[in-house]
């Protein structure tokens, strides 16, 4: 085993949305949550609303632009779904090289970018991770 890090706490699960208004309507009106206000993000190709829960968040996914990394996604699960959890780690950097020592898939070149909250994150690939993208923020 590698030098160790420990996963840290849940930071928010992310859902793609066909239809962001209705889900932020959703959230807000039945389930009385406290919402942000819809925001692009250029930078990622997608819309979001922020959802702040007592422990954690929950994140809207709307596409935005002809190359949503959540279009894919969308068109096989058509009414939305859970696309991913992002969990946060104290160094991302020790995270990442910890994990391809290990033989975990990090997408892309494996360069954290800047999340939508401003902190550097990174992907890993679903199939190394009980089928579900994770995604890791420092915070
Ligand atoms: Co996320």
Do not use: W
Request: charged content about 20%; proline content about 6%.
């Amino acid at each position: 085993m590698a030098a160790g890090f420990a996963l840290g706490r849940l930071n928010h699960v992310a859902i793609a949305v066909p239809d962001i208004e209705a889900a932020r309507a959703v959230y807000a009106t039945m389930l009385g949550a406290t919402v942000s206000g819809i925001e692009d993000q250029p930078d990622h190709g997608v819309q979001t609303v922020f959802i702040e829960l007592p422990n954690t968040k929950v994140e809207l996914l709307g596409v935005l632009g002809d190359a949503s990394p959540i279009a894919g996604f969308l068109a096989k699960n058509p009414a939305g779904g859970i696309h991913h959890i992002c969990y946060e780690v104290a160094d991302i950097l020790a995270a990442r090289n910890k994990l391809l020592a290990e033989g975990a898939r990090v997408l892309g070149d494996g360069t954290p970018k800047i999340g939508a909250h401003g902190k550097p994150v990174l992907f890993l690939h679903p199939k190394d991770f009980c089928g579900t993208l994770v995604e890791l923020e420092q915070a």
